[in-house]
Nanobody, 125 residues
Framework: QLQASGGGLVQAGGSLRLSCAASGLTFSSAVTGWFRQGSGVEREFVTGISRSGGSTKYADSVKGRFTISRDNAKNTVYLQMNSLKPEDAAVYYC????????????????????WGQGTQVTVSS
């Protein structure tokens, strides 16, 4: 089970930090990612981090503004979002799946088995 939190309303240029707490899975063996889905669009990859934390991937649209991190001792993955733009507004979902690679980070939502409930991020201009 994944529980996402931290969404809310923020002005353009502001920051938010999302958290996703995992339970019921061996978190240290799972690659984790964040996806987002805006109104009327498909769910898209935002960022992901390997199970070891040694490898990360970012969508081009968020590079340099968003940072993913994880704390395996707390079974939690974080998404620090800075310099938010109105186009970042969406429901953000955390996802996880068991990985046999210490560095692999899938970008397709179909490769993730576990999903959180989503947290709404609204950015006002």
């Amino acid at each position: 089970q994944l529980q996402a939190s931290g969404g809310g309303l923020v002005q353009a240029g502001g920051s938010l930090r999302l958290s996703c707490a995992a339970s019921g899975l061996t978190f240290s063996s799972a690659v984790t990612g964040w996806f987002r889905q805006g109104s009327g669009v498909e769910r898209e990859f935002v960022t992901g981090i390997s199970r070891s934390g040694g490898s990360t991937k970012y969508a081009d649209s968020v590079k340099g503004r968003f940072t993913i991190s994880r704390d395996n001792a707390k079974n939690t993955v974080y998404l620090q979002m800075n310099s938010l733009k109105p186009e970042d507004a969406a429901v953000y979902y955390c996802a996880a799946t068991r990985s046999f690679s210490s560095f692999a980070v899938p970008v397709s939502p179909h490769e993730y088995r576990y999903w959180g409930q989503g947290t709404q991020v609204t950015v006002s201009s």
